[in-house]
């Protein structure tokens, strides 16, 4: 990870720094998010972003249960 743009944490994008979304939990745990659009996926809808398409996360063929 290079110090100047970090993962997004729904989409997986680079998010250049100055730019984005960065969520600061209580528990201590950074989240950055890309747009507004991969904040509310994540945090208002608490969509899985395996299951969408836009996403760098997405599972081709969905995601296998153990
Ligand atoms: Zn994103």
């Known amino acids: ?17 100055g730019s984005g979304t960065m969520l600061a939990k209580n528990d201590g745990t950074v989240l950055w998010f890309c747009s507004s659009k991969c904040k509310k996926n994540a945090l208002v809808l608490k969509r899985d972003p395996r299951k969408l398409k836009w996403t760098k996360k997405h599972v081709k063929g969905g995601i296998r249960k153990k």
Do not use: E, G
């Open 1 to 17: 990870m290079s110090l100047l743009a970090k993962p997004c944490n729904f989409c997986d994008r680079s998010v250049p720094k």
